[in-house]
């Protein structure tokens, strides 16, 4: 909208909708990998027994599973950010409204704001990473045990694609962060590029994967 028809003005409720979707989807984004992760975990650890685990039901349970946990966590963050009073200008410095661009506008204190944002966003993505981590371990050392020619290759071969997406997804979130911190050091564009970058290449890249 804002490139293509200039469109840069957002209602004061579409902000805080696009608010909940950016944040929530960002989360979902990291439980699908996490659940990927489990899916080759099975097919290359237990592979006679992945028709078993690895059912229409299990895909049900997984995506309801993804979608009322990160709405659940999330819906507080626009709901304590339209909460706040806003009294100072009406411009945020980005072109999506991410909590902490909007609540710098406020006239209240964002710390709770701050606070609840990045312990929801930790213990959600994080819990995901430590999980991935077990799970390519685990299939790591399982591949390193296959006598076979050519069969650990190929067992790595069907994780490479899925492992390439999470290291960029994790290594653009990791620079987003850093540079949302050093902010006084690099151009203002710089966060505001990565955070597009991050919003859009993974999920363009997933039904490739």
Known sequence: AIFWFDLRAISFSACFLQMF????????ESCTFMVMAYDRYVAICHPLRYPSIIT???VVRASVFIMARNALF????????????YCAENIIRNCICTNLSVSKLSCDDITFNQLYQ???????????????????????????????????AKALSTCGSHFILILFFSTVLLVLV???????????????LLNILHHVIPPALNPVI
């Not at 077990?134 to 045990?145: D, E, P, Q, R, T």
Request: proline residues 7%; aromatic residues 10%.
């Open 21 to 28: 979707i950016m944040n929530c989807f960002l989360a979902m």
């Open 56 to 58: 229409d039901q299990f």
């Open 178 to 192: 850093i540079t949302n911190l050093a902010r006084k050091r690099i151009p203002p564009d710089v966060p505001i």
């Open 74 to 85: 999330f819906i507080p963050v626009p709901v304590f950010s339209s909460r706040l009073r």
């Open 118 to 152: 990045f312990v929801a966003a930790w213990t959600l993505l994080g819990s995901d990473l430590i999980l991935i981590v077990l799970s390519y371990s685990f299939i790591l050392k399982a591949v390193l045990k296959i006598k076979a020619e050519g069969a650990a």
